[in-house]
């Protein structure tokens, strides 16, 4: 709670300090008199045998070394006199406000300072906690008043050992307090997640019409359900999604534990807490090493939350042994498993926890699964998809060139024919050509494709930007009619202006998860234009060290996402002579390496024997149309060191292809 503290207390620093400062006066008031050696912990979770708490002057903290826990005079005074409870990971949260802490634990060392004014936020909030405690705490006494458990399949001896009750008339206190709204209440399971958070579960058989988005209400700060089950590793731990998940394995099984997150959205949340828990081990010299049963819903978010969790579990910053788990098999989770079929629900767990790496079953039902569904997106090129293996995949694409051939164009019109034939949201990353720059490529190209002997004639980009065309009306009748087919799929491609506000391959990878955690069946082709002028993901890297961490980032968002990605990279200067090959790519080894697929565009003329080859390439560089090749360099899954050639119009943003069936 450290920020927290400071933010709060920025015009009361001082006084904070002195509170700080009187850590000592308060462990002699709570009867620890000797402390220069180890007492018993202060945590009300550990019983702790043998002394294993030290005071720390330098730092005015204490810390067990059981446990643990570290902890100023705020979090002493909250766990011991508020009644606070720990999280998982022993941090200390003020449910009311670190003001209220403050002011309180002033009171009681009667300190003549200054106190903070509670507003009325404050005061609100603190309501609303406090009337959450209630809930929980009387929610318990009534929990045999509903037969929602019941049918839930969950016991009611481990509904006790979780403190879950039920509510016949509850409310939503948030909403009733801030907006003083007469709500009409709803009989509610409820299962606590925090001292002053829980999940609100309706529990009528049927829900009326209206009231469905309403049927599961989190109320307090987002916590995870059973987090405590981090603290130990000797059991495999299964991380489910929902509440009722978390209790369908602990109810069939006492050889595992199980976490739920509460959400997808909380994989962040998970993640901190798992660090917190490691570094505690760490500083105490003792050995971590759980093992993780992902198990989320069957359904598009479930399973790339799933591929999320896997990369960020085996991750270096982790490091833990995962396993992604079908225990559900049918149904959309392991709730709806259980009360299906209890038995062979029962029987899935227990086998995943003595094999949980069922990988050759779950491998033939993924391929099962896709069988009559297209794992590729057309690229609208019919001669290049037809060596992609009908188009672009969920992996990574580089493609390279000198400057000037146009690679950009080329992707660019690819990203079009995606989002007007596929209706695939295309996110385009432009750290060189801004947003209108490349719109009126695109209108330029269309005008060329619509334009006949009856109609204006066809505009180039930089003539769309002056506007000529809008004085002239046969080229403005050709223009909107670009316009109006441009109309139908351009809210498809979102192209992201990074010419003045250079994001990193880090920044990217964010942005395109974010936006699948909101729309789970929306994947789309990321294009990143391009790897060497993105901004570095550390600051201190060499151009060679960016460029690999940016590389393998890419790497990371097509196979954990599931999603083509399109990266566009430079070429070294020694290449701009010769024929394209894996060395023309600048920091060549890793991109090699990380890529897919390793694409290389350029001019047809360059494997010409000519007397002199630099006259010869600049006079390929004239013709109009210019006759270019796309190199397939690399291709894991398909052919390569093969070619598809084109025809390209630079004069008006165009790609023809030259050998079509």
Same mark, same amino acid.
Request: glycine letters at 4%; a negative charge.
């Given at each position: 709670m450290?920020?927290? !503290?400071?933010?709060?207390?920025?015009?009361n620093?001082?006084s904070i300090q002195?509170?700080?400062d009187m850590?000592?006066?308060?462990?002699?008031?709570e009867?620890?008199?000797?402390?220069?050696?180890?007492?018993n912990?202060?945590?009300?979770?550990? @019983?702790?045998?043998?002394?294993s708490?030290t005071?720390?002057?330098?730092?005015?903290?204490?810390y067990?070394h059981?446990?643990?826990?570290s902890?100023d005079i705020?979090d002493?005074?909250?766990? $011991?006199?508020?009644?606070?409870q720990?999280?998982s990971s022993?941090?200390?949260?003020?449910?009311?406000g670190f003001?209220?802490?403050?002011?309180?634990?002033?009171d009681?060392?009667h300190?003549?300072?200054?106190?903070?004014?509670?507003?009325?936020e404050d005061?609100?909030?603190?309501k609303?906690?406090?009337?959450?405690?209630?809930?929980i705490?009387?929610?318990?006494?009534?929990l045999n008043k509903?037969?929602?458990?019941?049918?839930?399949?969950i016991s009611?001896?481990?509904a006790?050992?979780f403190?879950?009750?039920?509510?016949?008339?509850?409310?939503n206190?948030?909403a009733?307090?801030k907006?003083?709204?007469? #709500?009409t209440?709803?009989?509610?399971l409820i299962?606590?997640?925090?001292e002053?958070?829980?999940?609100?579960?309706?529990?009528?058989e049927t829900?009326?019409?209206g009231? %469905?988005?309403y049927?599961?209400?989190k109320?307090?700060?987002?916590?995870?359900f059973?987090?405590?089950?981090?603290?130990?590793?000797?059991?495999p731990?299964?991380l489910?999604?929902g509440e009722?998940?978390? #209790?369908?394995?602990l109810?069939?099984?006492?050889?595992?534990q199980a976490?739920?997150l509460g959400?997808?959205?909380n &994989?962040?949340l998970?993640?901190?807490a798992?660090?917190?828990v490691k570094?505690?081990?760490l500083?105490?010299?003792?050995?971590?090493a759980p093992?993780?049963l992902i198990a #989320?819903?069957?359904?598009?978010?479930?399973i790339?939350a799933?591929? %999320?969790?896997e990369?960020?579990?085996?991750?270096s910053?982790?490091?833990?042994?995962?396993?992604?788990v079908n225990i559900?098999k049918?149904?959309?989770?392991?709730?709806?498993?259980?009360?299906s079929?209890?038995?062979k629900?029962t029987?899935?767990v227990?086998d995943r926890?003595?094999?949980?790496?069922?990988?050759?079953?779950?491998l033939?039902?993924r391929?099962?699964?896709?069988?009559d569904?297209?794992?590729?997106?057309?690229t609208g090129f019919?001669n290049?998809?037809?060596i992609?293996?009908g188009?672009?995949?969920?992996?990574?694409y580089?493609?390279?060139?000198v400057s000037?051939?146009?690679?950009?164009?080329?992707?660019m019109?690819?990203a079009?024919?995606?989002?007007a034939?596929?209706q695939k949201? &295309?996110?385009?990353f432009?750290?060189?050509?801004s947003?209108?720059?490349?719109?009126e490529?695109n209108?330029s190209?269309?005008s060329?494709e619509?334009?006949d002997?009856e109609?204006?004639s066809?505009q180039?980009?930089?003539?769309?930007?002056?506007?000529?065309?809008?004085?002239?009306?046969p080229?403005?009748?050709?223009?909107n009619?670009?316009?109006?087919?441009?109309?139908?799929y351009?809210s498809?491609?979102?192209?992201?202006?990074?010419?003045?506000?250079?994001?990193?391959?880090?920044d990217?990878?964010?942005?395109v998860?974010?936006?699948?955690r909101?729309?789970? @069946?929306e994947?789309p082709?990321?294009?990143?234009?391009?790897?060497q002028?993105l901004?570095p993901?550390?600051? !201190?890297?060499?151009?060679?060290?960016?460029?690999?961490?940016s590389i393998a980032?890419?790497?990371?968002v097509?196979?954990?996402?599931?999603?083509?990605?399109i990266v566009?990279?430079?070429?070294?200067?020694?290449?701009?002579?010769?024929?394209?090959s894996?060395e023309?790519?600048?920091e060549?080894g890793?991109?090699?390496?990380y890529?897919?697929?390793?694409?290389g565009?350029?001019y047809?003329?360059?494997?010409?024997?000519a007397?002199?080859?630099?006259?010869?390439?600049?006079e390929?560089m $004239?013709?109009?149309p210019?006759?270019?090749?796309?190199?397939? #360099?690399?291709n894991?899954?398909?052919?390569s060191n093969?070619?598809?050639?084109?025809?390209?119009?630079?004069?008006?943003n165009d790609?023809?292809?030259?050998?079509?069936?």
């Amino acid at each position: 709670m450290d920020e927290e !503290k400071h933010q709060s207390g920025s015009n009361n620093k001082t006084s904070i300090q002195d509170l700080k400062d009187m850590l000592a006066t308060y462990l002699n008031g709570e009867g620890v008199t000797d402390l220069k050696h180890n007492f018993n912990c202060l945590n009300p979770n550990h @019983n702790d045998k043998t002394p294993s708490m030290t005071y720390y002057e330098s730092s005015q903290k204490v810390y067990c070394h059981g446990c643990g826990a570290s902890w100023d005079i705020f979090d002493l005074y909250a766990v $011991q006199h508020l009644n606070v409870q720990p999280d998982s990971s022993n941090r200390v949260s003020y449910p009311n406000g670190f003001k209220e802490v403050y002011n309180k634990l002033a009171d009681f060392m009667h300190v003549n300072g200054r106190r903070f004014k509670i507003s009325p936020e404050d005061a609100e909030q603190s309501k609303i906690n406090d009337f959450n405690r209630k809930v929980i705490e009387v929610a318990q006494k009534n929990l045999n008043k509903t037969d929602y458990l019941e049918r839930r399949g969950i016991s009611l001896d481990l509904a006790n050992k979780f403190r879950i009750g039920f509510i016949l008339k509850w409310v939503n206190p948030t909403a009733a307090i801030k907006t003083g709204e007469e #709500l009409t209440p709803t009989p509610r399971l409820i299962i606590p997640t925090g001292e002053s958070s829980y999940l609100a579960r309706d529990t009528r058989e049927t829900v009326p019409k209206g009231d %469905e988005r309403y049927i599961k209400q989190k109320q307090g700060r987002a916590h995870l359900f059973n987090g405590k089950a981090l603290l130990d590793d000797s059991k495999p731990i299964f991380l489910v999604e929902g509440e009722f998940d978390a #209790l369908s394995i602990l109810e069939v099984t006492d050889d595992a534990q199980a976490v739920a997150l509460g959400s997808t959205s909380n &994989i962040d949340l998970f993640c901190r807490a798992l660090q917190q828990v490691k570094s505690k081990n760490l500083r105490n010299h003792q050995p971590y090493a759980p093992v993780f049963l992902i198990a #989320l819903d069957n359904d598009d978010a479930g399973i790339r939350a799933s591929k %999320e969790l896997e990369a960020r579990l085996s991750s270096s910053e982790l490091g833990f042994d995962n396993y992604t788990v079908n225990i559900a098999k049918d149904h959309k989770d392991a709730n709806e498993a259980l009360t299906s079929d209890r038995a062979k629900f029962t029987s899935l767990v227990n086998d995943r926890i003595k094999d949980p790496d069922n990988y050759l079953a779950n491998l033939l039902q993924r391929i099962a699964e896709r069988k009559d569904t297209p794992q590729y997106i057309p690229t609208g090129f019919s001669n290049l998809d037809k060596i992609l293996d009908g188009g672009l995949y969920p992996q990574l694409y580089v493609l390279g060139a000198v400057s000037s051939v146009g690679k950009t164009t080329f992707v660019m019109q690819v990203a079009d024919r995606i989002a007007a034939k596929q209706q695939k949201p &295309i996110f385009y990353f432009s750290l060189e050509t801004s947003k209108d720059e490349l719109t009126e490529k695109n209108l330029s190209r269309l005008s060329y494709e619509l334009a006949d002997q009856e109609s204006g004639s066809p505009q180039t980009a930089r003539s769309i930007n002056n506007g000529y065309w809008l004085t002239h009306k046969p080229e403005l009748d050709l223009i909107n009619k670009a316009i109006n087919m441009y109309s139908r799929y351009y809210s498809r491609i979102h192209i992201y202006d990074g010419t003045l506000n250079r994001p990193s391959a880090w920044d990217i990878f964010q942005r395109v998860r974010n936006y699948l955690r909101k729309h789970p @069946n929306e994947k789309p082709v990321v294009i990143v234009d391009y790897l060497q002028i993105l901004k570095p993901i550390n600051d !201190k890297d060499t151009d060679k060290e960016k460029v690999t961490r940016s590389i393998a980032t890419f790497k990371s968002v097509a196979s954990e996402l599931g999603i083509p990605v399109i990266v566009i990279s430079s070429f070294n200067r020694a290449s701009y002579q010769n024929p394209v090959s894996m060395e023309s790519f600048k920091e060549s080894g890793e991109i090699e390496y990380y890529a897919d697929t390793l694409l290389g565009l350029q001019y047809r003329a360059i494997h010409d024997n000519a007397d002199n080859p630099r006259e010869h390439l600049k006079e390929a560089m $004239q013709k109009n149309p210019r006759e270019l090749e796309l190199m397939i #360099l690399k291709n894991r899954n398909g052919r390569s060191n093969t070619n598809v050639n084109f025809e390209y119009v630079p004069e008006y943003n165009d790609f023809i292809p030259m050998n079509e069936d």
